[in-house]
């Protein structure tokens, strides 16, 4: 079946944009995460859902970073006016449920603040 | 704050050879600890886990090592191949959030 997918892949944007990151998770996925990798670093958590809800945005840097899942499905992570210290690559995973599943990663959004 | 170190930061072995990849963590509320494998532009993907009741798993060529009262555990990859090249993550999770080491990436030679 089909994996998580982000869109887009890329994203160049300027300095004090906003810019939205789209996650689709695996069907029947419950569970839906948010990372960030910086260059040569690990991740970095940034906030969980469990449908709807997110029962953990502790990872989430500053009030500039939003996120929202709509329908159990689809989530959309939003920076509002962007740094260069976000510039990162921005993962999303899925899994079956909260706690010890397996969870799936996509591909990633690379993000460059110019 | 760091609450699990991995070492080393990079491991060049000899195919055949065996790469040990370890890592270390501080919170004893951390009930699950898996190895993540990523290769360049992909997400990472589930190599092997652990729960602390269990002091080693192995899974082909793939072992973790676990020792609760020291806080560590390791991944020995047996037989190491040149496609096992990529970064290698251990992570440890505290309810469903999942806190990683820095990497590791592996280069097995031919």
């Given amino acids: 079946g089909a994996g998580v997918s982000q869109s887009p892949s890329n994203k160049v944007t300027e300095k004090g944009k906003d810019v939205e990151l789209r996650c689709d998770p695996i069907s029947g996925h419950t569970a839906l995460y948010w990372y960030r990798q910086s260059l040569g670093q690990g991740l970095e958590f940034l906030i969980y859902f469990q449908g709807n809800s997110a029962p953990d945005k502790s990872g989430l840097p500053s009030d500039r970073f939003s996120a929202e899942r709509t329908g159990g499905s689809v989530s959309t992570l939003t920076i509002q006016r962007t740094q260069q210290e976000d510039s990162a690559v921005y993962l999303c995973a899925s899994s079956f449920r909260g706690g010890s599943y397996e969870q799936y990663f996509g591909p990633g959004t690379r993000l460059t603040v110019t | ?110």
């Fill in chain 2, 1 to 110: 704050q760091q609450q699990v170190k991995q070492s080393p930061q990079s491991l060049i072995v000899q195919k055949g050879g065996i790469s040990i990849i370890n890592c270390a963590y501080e919170n004893t509320a951390f009930d699950y600890f898996p190895w993540y494998q990523q290769f360049p532009g992909k997400g990472p993907a589930l190599l092997i886990a652990i729960r602390p009741d269990v002091s080693e798993k192995k899974e082909g060529r793939f072992t973790i090592s676990f020792n609760k009262s020291a806080k560590q555990f390791s991944l020995h990859i047996m037989d190491s191949q040149p496609g096992d090249s990529a970064t290698y993550f251990c992570a440890a999770e505290q309810g469903s959030r999942l806190t990683f080491g820095e990497g590791t990436q592996l280069t097995v030679n031919p």
